[in-house]
């Protein structure tokens, strides 16, 4: 069983930044991929950004610019650092890893609130 804990989410105004982490309880060498997801009440849960094995990187639209992916092998870990916060920035979290059997894993989330 892969265990992810996400932590660095909290609560910031417009145009502050954070920094969220993933830490894997396996060698994140050999995932497929990695990524931060996040869902906003009462909408679906969405890709925000992913990273794969060879460091190719993957950003949704509306955070192109103001975020940035990447990881620490060293670590297991990933990061998500976010800057220029808005509002509809807000939501929970998620950091999931696909390893190379293509097995997935979710972590429990990480609460993110950008107050206007």
């Known amino acids: 069983q892969v265990q992810l804990v996400e932590s660095g989410g909290g609560l910031v105004q417009a145009g502050g930044s954070l920094k969220l982490s993933c830490a894997a309880s396996?060698?994140?060498?050999?995932?497929?991929?990695m990524g931060w997801y996040r869902q906003a009440p009462g909408k679906q849960r969405e890709l925000v950004a992913d990273?794969?094995?060879?460091?190719?990187?993957n950003y949704a639209d509306s955070v192109k610019g103001r975020f940035s992916i990447s990881r620490d092998n060293a670590k297991n870990t990933v990061y998500l650092q976010m800057y220029s916060l808005k509002a509809e920035d807000t939501g929970v979290y998620y950091c999931?890893?696909?390893?190379?059997?293509?097995?997935?894993?979710w972590g429990q989330g990480t609460q993110v609130t950008v107050s206007s």
């Open positions: 990273i794969t094995r060879s460091g190719r990187t």
């Open positions: 396996v060698r994140i060498f050999s995932f497929n991929a």
């Open positions: 999931n890893i696909i390893l190379s059997t293509g097995t997935g894993y």
